[in-house]
């Protein structure tokens, strides 16, 4: 099993965070490493991620992750050729109010994705989130130190950041369902 694990601190309350990593329909317009999640939160819902690394931010990232012995990539070539989208389906694992959401999928010639979201309330206003990652398989384990390993990590990383801007920033997006409602 592969895994990556990372973190940031961010300066708002639990439910702010949750509210921005639950609002699918956002994503798009916020996080530069998973841009686009169809489906609703909740337990053993089932979801359509689509990842797409194609941003220069991401490859610039990826460069400054690589270590001087890396490999180039399972084609021969350098890390910054990256761009192409990948989409999948996923089921809820996990869901807990405000502390974790996960989701997974297991197939025999793919492997096992894992994915996860955990938030910890450090103060009043100021949240730890985690965003880690596990993967097996026999195309993982080919291609992880060569692609696999910086892609993630490096899109993790950016992601992690972005959502501190984000809900830093104080904008926040509105479900549409609770727009509707209000008015």
Same mark, same amino acid.
């Given at each position: 099993?592969?895994? *990556?694990?990372?973190? *940031?601190? /961010?300066?708002?309350?639990?439910?702010?965070?949750?509210?921005?990593?639950? =609002?699918?329909?956002?994503?798009?317009?916020?996080?530069?490493? %998973?841009? !686009? *999640?169809?489906?609703?939160? @909740?337990?053993?819902?089932?979801?359509?991620?689509?990842?797409?690394?194609?941003?220069?931010?991401?490859?610039?990232?990826? $460069?400054?992750?690589?270590?001087?012995? !890396?490999?180039?990539?399972?084609?021969?070539?350098?890390?910054?050729?990256?761009?192409?989208?990948?989409?999948?389906?996923?089921? %809820?694992?996990?869901?807990e109010e405000e502390k974790k959401?996960?989701?997974?999928?297991?197939?025999?010639?793919? @492997?096992?994705?894992?994915?996860?979201f955990l938030l910890e309330e450090?103060s009043n206003n100021q949240v /730890?989130?985690? $965003?880690? /990652?596990?993967?097996?398989?026999?195309?993982? $384990?080919? @291609?992880?130190?060569?692609? %696999?390993?910086?892609?993630? =990590?490096?899109?993790?990383?950016?992601?992690?950041?972005?959502?501190?801007?984000?809900?830093?920033? !104080?904008?926040?997006? /509105?479900?549409?369902?609770?727009? !509707?409602?209000?008015?």
């Open positions: 099993m592969k895994s *990556i694990q990372t973190e *940031i601190k /961010i300066n708002a309350t639990l439910y702010e965070v949750w509210l921005a990593l639950t =609002q699918f329909h956002a994503y798009e317009l916020w996080n530069p490493f %998973i841009v !686009d *999640i169809r489906g609703e939160v @909740g337990l053993g819902n089932k979801l359509k991620l689509t990842l797409y690394p194609a941003m220069s931010q991401l490859n610039e990232r990826m $460069n400054e992750n690589k270590m001087p012995d !890396d490999a180039p990539n399972f084609a021969g070539q350098e890390m910054t050729s990256l761009n192409k989208s990948s989409t999948f389906k996923v089921k %809820i694992s996990h869901f959401l996960s989701w997974e999928r297991r197939s025999f010639f793919m @492997g096992s994705y894992f994915h996860e450090t /730890i989130f985690k $965003n880690n /990652i596990e993967m097996s398989g026999l195309l993982v $384990n080919m @291609g992880w130190e060569a692609y %696999i390993k910086h892609m993630y =990590q490096s899109g993790l990383e950016l992601m992690n950041e972005k959502l501190k801007e984000k809900v830093e920033s !104080d904008v926040l997006f /509105i479900d549409p369902k609770l727009a !509707d409602e209000r008015t």
